[in-house]
């Protein structure tokens, strides 16, 4: 099934420069994560390639979930009354 997302229509495999587009980053970054095993990556001879699904995976995984919201008037040293901080 050929992967569409802005302009990689089919393309599966990536060179740093468009992987950096597509992570929103630079290949300094993407070499340096390569360099460091944080990033999967293909190499072919000596050129490093970036599959389309690895990366979209990694944004994924990387994805920060926002914390459940806890009412401010339940927190400690706040007046349950109002929400405002209790003296004393």
Partial sequence: MPVERDGYDGV?????????RF???TPKTLY???WR??????KIGRSLRFD?????RMIE??????RESKSR??????????????EG
């Fill in 37 to 42: 095993r944080d990033i999967l990556f293909v």
């Fill in 73 to 86: 008037a339940a927190l400690p040293g706040r007046n349950s009354k109002d929400g405002h901080l209790s």
């Fill in 52 to 56: 389309v699904k690895d990366l979209e």
């Fill in 12 to 20: 599966r495999l990536l060179n740093v420069r468009e992987a950096a």
């Fill in 23 to 25: 992570l929103g980053t």
């Fill in 32 to 34: 340096t994560m390569a």
């Fill in 61 to 66: 995984q990387a994805k920060v979930r926002p």
